[in-house]
């Protein structure tokens, strides 16, 4: 208590010095303002003239030479590794948005021990414009064998002149143009740890990964978002609206970007796997509300039968590429059908069932073929349409 | 390139500064002037090839019209004069109109049109560098002596080379290039014609770090953060929802902050670079959050904008208001219309239009137009004089606030939507809200109350600086400040310490660089 008050008069005692034209001693010093007022940028200086000549994400023709090993996995920030990644040793790549961020390279390489070097290049929200730089890079990597792409509906459906806030702006420009972009606290300690030639950082094991998804708060938690579920699917129309009659033409990220990247990909003998994100069975009738900018671009379907006829797109048009397969989830009613797999209806973060679903992949399961694609689309509409939230806030 | 971009702060503004010095102190001031011209340029180059032609093309026909404007022989040509500055003018505001407004108007009789009438984009600060040379024209034309000065380089009755890269050092001046604020030549004369202009001065530089230190604060650390949320709600009912009470109100609370705080940051840092370059810019903000009515908000609000609308635009339509009701001999009421309220609300549609041309910002220029004309009223009335007499000050001075601020809050919220529908659902919202799956990020609530307390208790930069004159002052407000809080900065120790830790924790904070709200403009 005594401490406190003691620190109280101490701040009052500052507060009224600051006040006061006249001050006394050391505070009145002139000389250490300019110092310490000229210190951040004395500092800035410094560290800007590392990054942009470390250059950490290898985006410059100069610099270091870093590989995916030298830094911690940052789901938030791993697109800035782009060019670090194109040029690396990894086998097994894995691309999409935030459905696929929690997959750890450690997951990947226990859901296929084949693969030597595997990687999760995700990024929130990816768009048409910023994934097709990706696919770009991607499809010239040498020593590729397997890629698995995420089929994100925020990224098929959005306007294709769209880009990701979240995907790095360096990516953009040219080598000279973009220094200084790449200017934030990672690329500096990143920076300073490749100028000392300090070894990256350990990556995290599958029981750390575990762990910090069982961390996560699960969707029948948050009362807010439990609450917004609720009213979605009270609004949401049972009645089932008729298929979207949608040309797949219109779908200008599937025919443009990634149907020219797996037919690339098939040609090098490369294996190329869709991944439709394990939506809740509850985030058709929440998108419908939070994303109706989709149904609209679309002349007025629903998202569900949006989502359908996307991925029926893809199935049509992926058939005829050797290598390529389509893998779908949402019948899985252990997945898709309890909320507690979710932190919000979109992202799945249950540890086991991503590994499960990742068994499946590589077991070459789960995959949407031309013949069983009617059933699957039924399956999921009965399912969607009837959705009823018991006391245990599932389906 | 922005004032919050790392290569700005760390590499440009350092080197440019090096430029300036070495240039002004083996060549004067034209060694200044050169060194301001070459950086600015550079400064916008960044913008693209296409803006920075536009641009020195229009620093070099205003500065031919304005040589021939203020030459002693066009005197006595005085048609031919009036002709070339209503060429200059035209030539000025067409090339605005061109580039800021064909393509809006062209999309609002084409919707969903994905191809625009002009392949260009609207170059940056094009709305500033207009405004800043058609001041200049019309003082050119008034022949003001500071404005002739300039040209003739302080010296001799015609003007000189000197003089024409002082003009293009002024209107290129980089830390108001873009945004502002809109400086007069006149103002900014006497500073340009010193002597020892370029030379290093400690204490512009102490008090333009301490300037740039608080505006990249208010910017990085409060604006780009309250947007988080803000940009959010706004993009979800921009997409056609409604969301909950809460997230309605918050948001709009917040981007009335983030809107105050990214401007006023921006001016903050204009007048510290340009502090850090020995020149004094023109005041900008005066707490406009703090005002006590709409009149009051607009002495305090982008003061270098009201005052030049006021000069060239409102008082002409006054006077001829009041001429013509006078001549005709019409009664009060009428006069009234013609010599007060009209001026206003073409005022006011003029400052929505030059925010651009859609129908949230007509409608908030009419909302204000209309708010400033009942005020105005209001305050004429023997009633309100009545109550003059009754009440003290600060009663005054808190009814004002209390009364001023929920629709100052609302008609931001307009001005920041994205149609007039979009701002009814947000609104709507307030009243039956839905539920909504925005999460606020923690952040949020504790920048609001460090909004409020900085809005409301604490002195702004100039105030805070108001020992050094750090700022031209454009409009002479009453300080409302409590007293307690009303600091005052001096280049010692305990200043050094919190300039250093606000303009770290800015740095720290620059993550995505994100463009300031009236770069747009």
């Given amino acids: 208590m005594t401490q406190h008050f003691s620190q109280l008069l101490f701040a009052m005692g500052l507060w009224h010095r600051m006040g006061k034209a006249n001050n006394q001693n050391l505070l009145r010093a002139r000389a250490p303002y300019l110092l310490l007022a000229g210190l951040p940028f004395v500092l800035g200086l410094c560290a800007f003239l590392l990054v942009a000549l470390v250059d950490p994400y290898d985006l410059r023709p100069w610099g270091a030479r870093p590989t995916p090993a030298s830094f911690a996995r940052d789901a938030n920030s791993s697109a800035s590794l782009l060019n670090v990644v194109a040029a690396s040793d990894v086998d097994l790549l894995l691309i999409g948005g935030s459905t696929v961020n929690p997959i750890d390279p450690a997951l990947l390489k226990a859901a296929f021990p084949e693969s030597g070097a595997p990687f999760n290049i995700s990024y929130n929200a990816p768009r048409f414009r910023d994934l097709d730089l990706v696919f770009n890079k991607v499809v010239a990597m040498p020593r590729l064998q397997r890629v698995i792409v995420g089929l994100d509906s925020v990224t098929f459906f959005s306007p294709a002149e769209q880009e990701s806030v979240t995907f790095p702006f360096s990516y953009y420009d040219t080598p000279w143009y973009n220094i200084g972009k790449d200017f934030e606290w990672t690329a500096i300690s990143q920076s300073a740890r490749l100028a ?76 190329v796997d869709i991944l439709v994100p394990p939506y809740a069975l509850v985030f058709y009738p929440v998108s419908q509300l939070t994303f109706p900018v989709w149904a609209l671009k679309y002349r007025n379907n629903d998202v569900l039968e949006l989502s359908i006829r996307l991925r029926e797109c893809a199935v049509e048009d992926l058939a005829a590429v050797p290598g390529v397969r389509v893998h779908a989830f949402d019948n899985e009613r252990q997945i898709t059908e309890v909320l507690a797999n979710y932190r919000d209806p979109g992202h799945m973060v249950d540890a086991v069932q991503i590994r499960w679903m990742l068994d499946a992949i590589s077991r070459g399961s789960n995959t949407l073929t031309r013949e069983n694609f009617s059933a699957y689309a039924q399956s999921l509409r009965e399912r969607v349409r009837h959705i009823e939230l018991t006391e245990n806030n599932s389906p | 390139m922005t004032f919050s971009d790392p290569l700005f702060l760390f590499i440009f503004l350092p080197f440019s500064l090096l430029f300036y010095w070495s240039l002004a102190r083996s060549w004067g001031p034209v060694g200044g002037y050169a060194a301001i011209t070459i950086a600015s340029l550079m400064f916008y180059a960044w913008e693209g090839w296409f803006s920075a032609g536009l641009l020195i093309a229009s620093v070099l026909v205003n500065l031919a019209i304005g040589i021939y404007l203020s030459h002693p022989h066009a005197h006595q040509r005085k048609r031919l004069r009036l002709t070339v500055f209503v060429l200059g003018m035209l030539y000025n505001f067409g090339l605005l109109i061109l580039f800021k407004y064909v393509n809006q108007v062209w999309a609002l009789f084409q919707p969903g049109a994905a191809a625009t009438l002009l392949p260009y984009g609207i170059p940056v600060g094009i709305s500033f560098y207009t405004f800043h040379q058609a001041v200049f024209l019309a003082d050119a034309y008034g022949h003001k002596p500071e404005t002739v000065q300039v040209l003739r380089a302080g010296e001799g009755q015609t003007p000189t080379v000197k003089g024409g890269l002082a003009y293009a050092a002024f209107i290129l001046l980089f830390p108001q290039l873009i945004i502002g604020p809109i400086s007069y030549l006149r103002e900014m004369a006497p500073q340009l014609l010193r002597r020892n202009f370029g030379s290093i001065r400690r204490i512009d530089i102490e008090i333009g770090l301490m300037l740039l230190a608080m505006g990249l604060f208010k910017k990085i650390v409060i604006a780009d953060k309250l947007a988080l949320f803000s940009d959010r709600v706004f993009d979800v009912i921009a997409a056609g929802n409604t969301v909950s009470r809460g997230a309605a109100a918050t948001a709009m609370l917040a981007y009335y902050f983030q809107l105050y705080f990214d401007f006023s940051g921006y001016s903050d840092a204009a007048l510290g670079i340009g502090r850090l370059f020995g020149l004094r ?45 006078l001549t005709h001999n019409m009664p009060r009421r009428v006069e009234k219309i013609l010599s007060i309220w009209l001026p206003l609300l073409v005022n006011f549609q003029v400052i929505a239009i030059w925010h651009g041309a859609t129908a949230t910002f007509m409608l908030f220029g009419l909302i204000h137009g209309v708010w400033y004309i009942a005020e105005t009223e209001i305050r004429a009335t023997k009633t309100w004089k009545n109550f003059r007499k009754r009440t003290s000050n600060l009663q005054r001075q808190i009814i004002g606030q209390a009364i001023t601020v929920a629709p100052l809050i609302l008609t931001f919220a307009l001005f920041r939507s994205s149609s007039v529908d979009a701002f009814g659902r947000l ?4 009243v039956v809200g839905q539920p909504t799956d925005i999460v606020m990020p923690g952040s949020t609530l504790p920048l609001l109350l460090l909004s409020i307390f900085v809005v409301w208790l604490l002195p702004n930069s100039v105030e805070l600086l108001r020992r050094y004159r750090p700022a ?50």
């Avoid at chain 2, 250093?500 to 009236?518: E, F, G, H």
């Fill in chain 1, 196 to 271: 000392l030639g300090l070894p990256g950082p350990r990556q995290r094991t599958i029981t750390e990964i575990e762990k910090t998804l069982a961390a996560v708060r699960r969707l029948p938690d948050d009362a807010q978002k439990l609450n917004f579920v609720k009213a979605a699917v009270a609004k949401f129309d049972r009645i089932p609206a008729a298929p979207a009659a949608i040309a797949c033409e219109e779908f200008t990220a599937l025919r443009q970007s990634l149907l020219p990247f797996a037919k690339s990909l098939s040609q090098r003998n490369i294996k």
């Fill in chain 2, 281 to 325: 810019l023109p005041q900008n903000f005066d707490s406009p959050l703090r005002a006590t009515g709409i009149a009051d908000f607009y002495r305090r609000w982008h003061m270098t904008l009201t005052r030049v609308i006021t000069r060239f635009l409102y008082t002409p339509i006054a006077v001829w208001g009041t001429r013509l009701a």
């Fill in chain 2, 472 to 521: 031209i002052m454009t409009f002479d407000n009453e300080s409302i400040t409590p007293g307690i809080m009303r600091l005052t900065w001096r280049p010692v120790l305990l200043w050094g310490v919190i300039c250093c830790a606000l303009m770290v924790t800015a740095v720290v904070m620059i993550d995505r660089k994100s463009p300031y709200l009236y770069g747009g403009f």
């Fill in chain 2, 427 to 430: 609104v709507g919202s307030l």
